[in-house]
């Protein structure tokens, strides 16, 4: 190589550096104060931030940290038991796990109140203490029993709860959100529960590990990935959509199979992530004619409830805020419930 190629090879090298080190640094000033751009930024250009930042930068979840969680062969996974340390960029919590896979501290064999679902009723970014179900509990002076995983869908809700073969329970209260929808369609359409092969579980695990492990201009290869993932990677598979009647059916469907784990209680479903759907949704469901073997059920939306103070501002999840104003409108449907029932 003559002296001058060297030259411009060296040129080009280094101002690729340059130009990776200026990236790494814009996007660590973009993500270190994200209420700069969040509500301020096109639509699009923040749609494309946030999934930037929960596919390469946010946090590894909870269910694929092999120090929280650990392989199910029924639910895919199930968290650990013991204590772990659950951070992300706008959370640091400390998550206590009991031998019966739940995040408690006691382990009733009977209560007042069971909360089934998923990260939100898991508490995914705060404290136990103060998640909607323990802050619920409290304000009604009832003992809850919380069978919640991160991510799961209805049906695997429901597993959880048969696995705890509770002596008693008065009350269900069940979290549900639109992702649901895939674990309840599939149920529907197979008739049972078809748990995915461990290794999925594994693969997923692998991937979370090999993104986190990378330090060195990790935010500017990020971006690297991100463009090549839409360049040369398969597109994720399309759910195809559901109107709120259509989420309310297939609910409807889960329960109904799972009837006998119920016991005929009261269900209150929790709504969220259905956005202006969701009010159709409660009325889907309050309408619905009763179903064999099932006790009566209510709903109720929260995300109306809502606004951009109550999540986190990378992270979709409830903050303490929005736990509370959840907590409150579970509350105080279930004591008007109970006193309309007297």
């Keep these: 190589m003559t002296p001058r190629w060297a030259r411009r090879v060296v040129l080009v090298g280094a101002s690729l550096f340059v130009a990776a080190v200026v990236v790494e640094l814009a996007t660590w000033a973009t993500f270190r104060w994200p209420l700069a751009w969040r509500g301020r930024a096109p639509e699009r250009v923040e749609r494309q931030l946030l999934r930037y930042h929960a596919g390469f930068l946010a946090a590894a979840p909870i269910q694929l940290r092999p120090e929280c969680a650990e392989p199910d ?4 996974y199930r968290l650990r038991p013991g204590t772990c340390r659950f951070d992300g960029d706008e959370f640091d919590t400390t998550v206590r796990v009991s031998r019966r896979h739940l995040r408690e501290d006691d382990e009733l064999s ?3 109140l069971v909360v089934l679902g998923d990260s939100f009723a898991l508490g995914w970014g705060v404290e136990r203490e103060q998640a909607f179900p ?9 003992r809850a029993v919380v069978a919640a995983g991160s991510s799961y869908g209805t049906v695997r809700e429901l597993l959880l709860l048969r696995r705890l073969a509770l002596a008693d329970f008065a009350q269900v209260v069940i979290q549900y959100h639109a992702n649901d929808l895939r674990e309840n369609r599939a149920f529907a359409a197979a008739g049972r529960h078809r748990p995915a092969p461990p290794a999925e579980y594994q693969r997923w695990v692998e991937i979370t590990r090999r993104i986190h492990e990378k330090v060195v201009l990790r935010r500017a290869r990020h971006w690297f990935a991100l463009a ?3 360049l040369a990677g398969a597109p994720p598979p399309i759910e195809p959509p559901a109107g709120p009647a259509e989420h309310a059916r297939l609910l409807l469907v889960v329960l109904e199979a799972f009837a006998s784990d119920l016991r005929g209680r009261p ?5 969220e992530g259905l956005g202006p759907d969701e009010s159709r949704f409660v009325a889907a469901l309050q309408t619905a004619p009763p179903a064999p073997g099932l006790g009566p059920i209510r709903a109720i939306d929260v995300g109306s409830h809502l606004g951009p103070g109550h999540t986190f501002a990378l992270d979709p999840h409830w903050n303490v805020a929005g736990h509370a104003v959840a907590a409150s409108r579970v509350a105080a449907e279930l004591r008007r419930w109970h006193v309309a029932g007297r």
């Design 73 to 76: 062969p029924e639910l895919l």
């Design 110 to 112: 009977a209560a007042e």
């Design 134 to 142: 323990a802050l619920a509990a409290a304000d009604l002076g009832a």
């Design 228 to 230: 090549w993932s839409d």
């Design 267 to 271: 269900v209150l479903v929790l709504s």
